[in-house]
Nanobody, 126 residues
């Protein structure tokens, strides 16, 4: 059974930087993974995703030029580097893992992923 666990959430000032990490366990191959976030009172939305070999990446429009997704398969770890943070980036950030190295569905659809972490809180103060 695949399990993922996030870490790195924190309180950061507007314009600051933060790096989130997610470790994956139980996968038999390097699967596609993603970061989602959920702000209070809002739907969970996709932020970024990456294929199993790290060569295909997607990122939501609001994060282009500010966030970067990467992975270290030797360490079974996924990262989200956040820079130039904005208050609207505030939310619970979730790591998700798909069943295959490629995207079996839309990169931004929740049902593309089969394993979810408990989330890590990011708060950006203005």
């Amino acid at each position: 059974q695949v399990q993922v666990a996030e870490s790195g959430g924190d309180l950061v000032q507007e314009g600051g930087s933060l790096r989130l990490s997610c470790t994956i366990a139980g996968a038999t191959e390097d699967v596609a993974m993603a970061w989602f976030r959920q702000a209070p009172g809002k739907e969970r939305e996709a932020v970024a995703s990456i294929s199993g070999n790290g060569q295909t990446k997607y990122i939501t429009d609001s994060a282009v030029g500010r966030f970067r997704i990467s992975r270290d398969n030797a360490r079974n770890t996924l990262y989200l580097q956040m820079t130039t943070a904005k208050p609207e980036d505030t939310g619970m950030y979730y790591c998700a893992a798909g069943p295959k190295p490629y995207f079996s569905g839309s990169w931004s659809a929740r049902d593309t992923y089969i394993a979810w972490g408990q989330g890590t809180q990011v708060t950006v103060s203005s």
